[in-house]
């Protein structure tokens, strides 16, 4: 069994930050890519950034240059900073974390940002 625990989620106004990290537990082993993604109400779960084993990023257009993300494979964790927010950022955030061809997802941690 693996379970990803996420936290750091909350309202923030425009412009403000936030850093949200995803810790994977229980059987792990090899952890491959790590991924944030996000679902906004009424839209489709779209990918926001993505790490591999190797530390090599991916970014959605949408959040380039505002949004970091980073792993540290001791602590079976991946972050993802966010900056500069904006209104449009609001959604549930989701990590995923891929180990031996199975994808495990965390269970979502709701991001508001006001105006």
């Known amino acids: 069994q693996v379970q990803l625990v996420e936290s750091g989620g909350g309202l923030v106004q425009a412009g403000g930050s936030l850093r949200l990290s995803c810790a994977a537990s229980g059987s792990i082993f090899s952890i491959n890519d790590m991924g944030w993604y996000r679902q906004a109400p009424g839209k489709q779960r779209e990918l926001v950034a993505r790490i591999s084993s190797g530390g090599s990023t991916y970014y959605a257009d949408s959040v380039k240059g505002r949004f970091t993300i980073s792993r540290d494979n001791a602590k079976n964790t991946v972050y993802l900073q966010m900056n500069s927010l904006k209104p449009e950022d609001t959604a549930v955030y989701y990590c995923?974390?891929?180990?031996?061809?199975?994808?495990?997802w965390g269970q979502g941690t709701q991001v508001t940002v006001s105006s």
């Open positions: 995923k974390m891929t180990m031996r061809g199975y994808m495990y």
